[in-house]
């Protein structure tokens, strides 16, 4: 057995145990709610965001070494992105040349055969936003918010109205950030069902009843880490 799965049984006891063996070798199921923000508002930027220094990079392979103090668990993942035709990687650097944060975006549909396994549908002058991480050490320093006011621009500047993301109902901080960063729900979800580890199913689903945390009167500068 692994020794982080382990730790992580030693941790949640005898109930919480059984969950985690259940959902690694039984049974998941994963409720994914599709999120979409218009990229005709721009993200307002704190000054001392603006003026740090973090050198923006579009990754590509000789980008790799940047990863591996912070991201070495992604190595594989990147490597493939690489190779998808519609994918691209944006990241910015710290002093030291290492990747701070980073976000992948499909400006086409995408099959999703890292995590869910599933393919995400991306209309006409839509993106698809993914796999977004800020590393330990410059968490809620607001870098989030200078990548994705890069990304967006970007994107903007080649046509592009809207944005998607994929967020787990089962991961109420992701949606709180979502919620700040302007994204609203558009009435569709997709089931992601997982049988004994590796078979994955998917289903989409229409709702209407709101699923995103309500709206709250504090700035999302400075709250999006």
């Known amino acids: 057995m692994p020794q982080q799965l382990w730790e992580k049984l030693r941790r949640k006891g005898l109930r919480g145990s059984l969950r985690i063996l259940r959902e690694r070798f039984l049974y998941r199921h994963w409720v994914l709610l599709v999120l979409e923000r218009e990229l005709v508002t721009p993200l307002p930027l704190p000054p001392r965001l603006v003026e740090a220094n973090w050198p923006a990079v579009t990754v590509t392979a000789r980008h790799l070494p940047t990863l591996r103090r912070y991201f070495p668990a992604y190595l594989p993942t990147v490597t493939d992105l690489l190779k998808r035709e519609g994918v691209t990687g944006f990241a910015h650097l710290d002093r030291e040349g290492h990747a701070a944060c980073m976000v992948w975006v499909s400006d086409r ?53 809207r944005t998607r993301a994929l967020v787990s109902c089962s991961n109420p901080p992701a949606l709180t950030m979502h919620t700040r960063l302007g994204f609203r729900e558009i009435g569709e979800s997709v089931h992601v069902y997982c049988l004994f580890g590796c078979l994955y199913l998917s289903r989409s689903e229409r709702y209407a009843e709101r699923r995103l945390p309500g709206p709250r009167q504090r700035a999302v500068i400075g709250e999006v880490a």
């Not at 995590?115 to 995400?120: A, D, E, F, M, S």
């Not at 006409?124 to 796999?131: D, G, K, N, S, T």
């Not at 918010?145 to 621009?153: E, I, P, S």
Request: positive net charge; aromatic residues 18%; hydrophobic residues 35%.
């Open 109 to 161: 549909d995408y099959y999703d055969n890292h995590l869910y396994r599933c393919w995400v549908r991306v209309p006409h002058e839509c993106i698809y936003q993914f796999a977004g991480e800020v590393a330990q050490p410059y968490r809620a320093r607001g870098l989030p918010l200078l990548v994705l006011d890069r990304v967006w621009a970007h994107y903007r500047d080649r046509g592009f109205t």
